[in-house]
């Protein structure tokens, strides 16, 4: 099956609409084949093996107090029925290998290509994935991302369509000349929300890191929301020369 999910998705994704306003993002329904979501619905870790965002010391102390996260990392899976080890094992090797980065790098080339105009230097890619959970409360106030990212991709997992309107929105500030390289999250106020990506089953909601991507999260309020996401991101590792002459090029790599 999954060779067949994965031809699926890469086919979903490959032929979706790019829409370049206000940044390069897309978003697709039945990403995956109806029985493959149904599996991994099922193969969902129980809560009490996600661990709080907040102590993984990716984020700053006490940030993101709702958000637990789940990576697939051999100690975490150990504690996993193996058949359900076996499933995520396999699902994170197709989402991360070369075919699936190669598609989604051409995908945005045009938009790369844009965004490292007039740099120079030497990078890597490192893909990576993992699982995350939002309680009721959940929100996060617009940002663009730290600049290290490139692209995100957020597979959404939920049961039915109770809470389309709890995905994530995308942001215009209402000083249009307004842009940030990315770190800070603001209050909404000084933004307008320009549209929120339903959050349905078996929806990817994928986007480019510029310096106008404001996305967030308006409030969850629904008391008995488990908000489940599959994460994919690719990020960028070494350093970049700004005002480089236009013949010297940026090099991308593929981490190792």
């Keep these: 099956m999954s060779s067949a999910a994965k031809l699926h998705a890469l086919y979903r994704i490959g032929n979706a609409d790019l829409r370049p306003y206000p940044f390069p993002h897309f978003y697709v329904d039945d990403v995956f084949p109806a029985d493959f979501y149904a599996r991994l619905r099922g193969c969902l870790p129980p809560p009490e093996t996600y661990t709080p965002l907040a102590e993984t010391g990716r984020v700053s102390p006490g940030a993101y107090k709702k958000r637990s996260v789940f990576f697939f990392e051999d100690e975490a899976l150990a504690a996993l029925p193996a058949e359900t080890a076996a499933f995520w094992r396999d699902t994170a090797s197709w989402l991360l290998d070369e075919e699936m980065l190669g598609l989604l790098l051409a995908k945005f080339d045009g938009a790369i290509r844009q965004r490292f105009e007039g740099h120079a230097g030497h990078v890597k890619?490192?893909?990576?994935?993992?699982?995350?959970?939002?309680?009721?409360?959940?929100?996060?106030?617009?940002?663009?991302?730290?600049?290290?990212?490139?692209?995100?991709?957020?597979?959404?997992?939920?049961?039915?369509?109770?809470?389309?309107?709890?995905g994530t929105s995308i942001y215009v500030p209402q000083d249009r000349d307004f842009t940030c390289e990315g770190g800070p999250h603001y209050l909404p106020g000084p933004f307008e929300r320009l549209a929120t990506m339903p959050y349905r089953p078996n929806g990817l909601f994928a986007f480019m890191k510029t310096n106008n991507a404001f996305h967030g999260v308006e409030q969850v309020t629904d008391p008995d929301i488990k908000r489940d996401l599959l994460l994919y991101d690719i990020r960028l590792e070494g350093r970049l020369e700004r005002d480089a002459p236009s013949d010297s090029p940026v090099v991308m790599e593929v981490a190792a």
């Design 125 to 166: 890619l490192v893909p990576e994935t993992c699982l995350v959970k939002d309680g009721a409360g959940y929100a996060i106030g617009p940002h663009t991302d730290a600049p290290h990212r490139l692209l995100s991709l957020l597979f959404y997992l939920p049961p039915d369509d109770r809470w389309t309107h709890c």
